[in-house]
């Protein structure tokens, strides 16, 4: 059973489940890596550090959160004691109005250090940032590369005057969901702690930034790859299979003995790229996607995907069999508006030379038969 | 939704790697691999065709198996599953288990570890010098054990395996966990080489006896999140650190308590410091808002636990073995106002680090260790 609320203009969603012993908490905040400022990039990231923090001594206090920063949101997730919700839930509350404990310069440079310890890596693994390059060149959504945009000297340079005026764009009741499960017994204090008189903070309308320019990963070469731009949130087993492990392209070069040496998917706010990276030559890959394309893409994915099950995967199933696991997928899955549905299906194939994308051939996919 | 989503089965198997024969260190393990491959067939042939999720925990005494279907009674017949596994007839079974001891072998010199593990790993070689039983055994131990050696171990072991289900018996219906053998505590410092842009570094401190309940809620007073203590040292006040976990070991006898941390290499020395003092800053205890704090942590931290997939039938488990359980930790924990300060023993600490580290940076370690001793 799902209870729907408001607070402030912040929907919330809270589905009671009479099995359950923990109190789960999830908040989507429509503000990502995407709206980072150029030049700016790593501010949405520093402003999810500072916002996970709080001074139990100024406010509300001692729930500790999950938090990840993604392309077009942010997510902050936690697990409660379902005797006392209020703590979580005017955390998240706070957190979806903008409002944190004010950061004086250790704590605004000492998280600066975590996040530039994380983008770091992406310094010595540069393949972490080709997949978001590649996604980028194939959607047709804006600023796919946001996160891999995002390097140690633009970190640097985000100031906490940055920071604020992106939450102040980004961050407000409008601009996000609650989800709440957990027993029967939360109900009352859930409809209590939404009461507040200022619950959301004012809202603001939500302008995101025009992403920078493509860039690119000097020194990375020899390098083919696949990929898959589908809608966001609309579930296709066949889409999965089409780049899944035994399916018709990934499948079949494991089978010759190339293995994909990364694997990732990027998710923007409409449209979401699965990408496939191996090494080596393009010609063998050039032949395996004229075949894909040219003979029927759906009855060769389906022929290497196991059959579902009950309608709903096993994957989903383990991901949703607790509280805090059916807010997090409810979480990643929400969709903000202004989103423009998109339809695209489309299959791609790249030859990566000097850090640059090459695409040598496109096409683009038939709906599936249902 | 009204019943719980899906369904868990744990399969005790009643020998861990304690009970190895003498020069087969590693055949627990071993049998372990064999019980979860699905070339040989019954139960995870079963898990991979109808993507069970599966988890094994080897212990001194215990090899432990725990099913989760998404059907509510799809794993109940799993030992009948498990019964029936077995490597391959011939030739074939011998080279499944050639690669088996292969893969264990690669585990062995933690080829393919996490860091987290390695980390986990280096300290217990500081806190307990070379460990006197191999759990993964050595290549040359692996090699005494034959297909014959495996299939007599699965048959008398299946035929004495217990299972718990999430209803399963009454406290003290199964044999009882055996109490882990004591160990005398070491302590050092224990450096490894281990490629990557990141460092972790790691401190373990020897306590007196100290009630189990009393060490977690101070394992959360120091936070394993934004919100505790080793947040703001790590973060706020040396800017050293991006993550962090601590932990307790609260077995009677041997008890200690530990924290994690990934760092840039050239700051390994400066966080083992920070580590340290933090830590024993616990020998203030703490007062009644941060513990009560930490208190909310634990026990929204362990029901949701109990939420896990396999929460409810561990925790039967727990009950049936006449273990605590997570609702007699929170019991207990719900009595504890203030926190008492924490007696650590007159023992060297257990310092670890693995990372891609200069000679500097190794000579940094050696120097803060004997500052910090």
Known sequence: MIRRFESGGLPVELEVLPWACSFGAALAVGCGSRDDSAGREGAAHLAEHLMVLSDPAAGPGGAPLLAVTGIDRTVYRGVGDPDDVGILVRRLLDIAGGRCAPAGPDVFEGERHAVLLETSRMDHQPLLRLGPLLAAAAATEPGLDAIAATTTESVRRVTPADVAELIARGYSGTNARLFLAGPPSVIRDVEAALERPDTAGTTTPHRPVAAPDRFSLPGLGDLVAVTLVRPRNVPSPALDALLGDRGPIVGLGTADGRRPLGRTTIEGRAQRVDVAVWRGDAAPFERRFAEVVAGDWQALAEASASPPRGGQTVDGQWRRATPIGRVSDAADRCVFFPAEPSELRQLALWRVTDGRPECLARHRLGTERR | ?373
């Open chain 2, 1 to 373: 939704m009204t019943a719980r989503p899906g369904g868990a089965r744990v399969v005790d198997l009643p020998a861990g790697y304690r009970d190895d024969p003498p020069g087969q260190a590693g055949r627990a393990a071993l049998l372990a691999a064999v019980l979860s491959d699905p070339r040989c067939g019954g139960a995870p042939a079963r898990a991979a065709a109808e993507g069970w999720r599966t988890r094994h925990r080897l212990d001194e005494r215990c090899s432990s198996f725990a099913y989760w279907s998404p059907r509510p009674a799809g794993a109940a017949a799993v030992l009948d599953e498990i019964r029936r596994t077995r490597l391959p007839a011939g030739s074939a079974g011998e080279s499944v288990l050639a690669e088996l001891r292969a893969r264990q072998a690669a585990a062995i010199e933690g080829r393919h570890a996490a860091p987290l593990a390695l980390i986990g790993r280096a300290l217990e070689r500081a806190a307990w010098g070379a460990p006197g039983h191999g759990l993964l055994g050595t290549p040359g131990t692996l090699a005494a054990v034959s297909t014959t050696d495996l299939a007599e171990a699965h048959e008398l072991l299946v035929s004495q395996a217990t299972v718990y289900h999430s209803e399963s018996e009454p406290a003290g219906s199964a044999a009882p966990a055996p109490r882990p053998a004591r160990r005398d505590w070491r302590g050092g410092l224990d450096v490894a080489a281990h490629p990557g842009a990141d460092a972790r570094v790691g401190v373990r401190l020897p306590v007196r006896d100290s009630p189990p309940e009393v060490l977690e809620l101070l394992v959360e007073v120091l936070g394993t999140g934004p919100d505790g203590r080793m947040h703001r040292a790590l973060r706020h006040h040396s800017r050293l650190a991006y993550g962090f976990t601590v932990a307790c070991w609260p077995q009677p006898g041997s008890a200690s308590i530990g924290a994690t941390a990934t760092v840039a290499p050239q700051h390994a020395a400066a966080a083992v410091r920070v580590l340290a003092t933090t830590l024993r800053q616990l020998a203030d205890g703490a007062g009644a808002a941060e513990t009560g704090l930490a208190r909310w942590r634990c026990r929204a931290g362990l029901l949701a636990e109990l939420d896990g997939p396999f929460g409810a039938v561990l925790e039967a488990r727990r009950h049936a073995r006449g273990e605590r359980g997570a609702r007699q930790r929170l019991a207990a924990m719900a009595r504890i106002d203030t926190l008492p300060g924490l007696a650590f023993a007159p023992l060297p600490p257990a310092v670890a680090a693995v990372g891609a580290f200069h000679e500097r940076h190794r000579a940094e370690l050696a120097d803060v260790y004997e500052e910090i001793r």
